[in-house]
């Protein structure tokens, strides 16, 4: 699983942040499923008819947030979101994913949901360096909001280990959803995946993080990716050579002009 994972930050590392924000992502998803497998676990036997937003409740939350966490004078006090991009992901069998992203043209921020945990939203603003999670704690909305961690040098290390194990070569164009797309496929002898990407979309995940100019594309990538570019992911398909062939993929089902927002007073902060 870690090695998937891996594999996976490389095509957000160019299509959709830039590296740090993907590990934000992987290290707030474990720190929070880490508090909750434990205490759902101590609570096994009586919650066994529960969904998993019953026992993702605000100690496990602020558990999870540490000493990261931060007071809610320090979040502003509305974000706007303006279209909303969402994707299917699929491994083997299991049943598909879907998760819903709220972004804004030329914003440093942006949201995301899981589609079947409705109750929890998480908001990522990169300008301020914050992360807020909302979800509902019985008839309350709350919120928390903590500072992200700095993990840019030790993600420079484990890209730069990850893109030399790939190998990279360009396939036809393809028009996926109205959008003309480019392909590329990365091979190495773990794992072989495409990917297809646009840059028509009104939104990328590349405007979020226009203060971090500094950090590169990987020198092979740079014949795919020019100064300027704004890629929005369409499709990936990753076939696990190790593991039986095994393919998982990851799928734009929707990219719509649809206005939402988050208001800072709507939300009791921990």
């Avoid at 590392?13 to 497998?37: H, M, P, S, T, Y």
């Avoid at 990261?68 to 699929?90: D, G, H, R």
């Avoid at 990169?126 to 903590?146: G, P, W």
């Avoid at 734009?252 to 921990?270: E, G, M, R, W």
């Amino acid at each position: 699983m870690k090695k998937i994972v891996g594999v996976c930050s490389i095509v957000f590392l160019v299509l959709f942040c830039d590296g740090v924000e993907a590990q934000i992502l992987k290290k707030l998803q474990r720190k929070v499923e880490d508090k909750l497998a434990q205490k759902a676990a101590d609570k096994v036997q009586e919650e066994a008819e529960k969904s998993l937003d019953t026992i993702l409740n605000a100690d496990a939350m602020v558990m999870a947030y540490g000493k990261n966490k931060v007071e809610a004078a320090l979040v502003p006090n509305s974000y706007a979101f303006s279209w909303q991009y969402s994707l299917e992901i699929q491994s083997g069998s299991e049943k598909a994913m879907i998760v819903d992203y709220f972004l804004e043209p030329n914003a440093e921020y942006f949201g995301f949901k899981m589609r079947d945990s409705q109750e929890m939203f998480v908001l990522i603003d990169n300008k301020n360096k914050l992360i807020i999670t909302t979800f509902k704690q019985e008839s309350k909305k709350v919120a928390i909001a903590s500072k992200i961690p700095d993990y840019s040098g030790k993600i420079e290390k484990e890209n730069e280990k990850e893109n030399e194990a790939f190998s990279y070569k360009t396939l036809p164009n393809k028009i996926i959803r109205g959008y003309n797309c480019k392909g590329i496929q990365a091979t190495s002898k773990d794992f072989t995946m495409v990917f297809y990407y646009t840059n028509e979309a009104e939104v990328s995940f590349s405007d979020l993080f226009s203060a971090q100019q500094k950090q590169k594309n990987p020198a092979v990538l740079k014949s795919y990716f020019k100064p300027g570019d704004k890629p929005l992911m369409m499709t990936t398909s990753m076939k696990d050579l190790k593991n039986q062939g095994q393919i998982r993929t990851m799928t734009c089902i929707s990219l719509d002009k649809k206005a939402s927002s988050f208001v800072k007073s709507d939300y009791t902060f921990l």
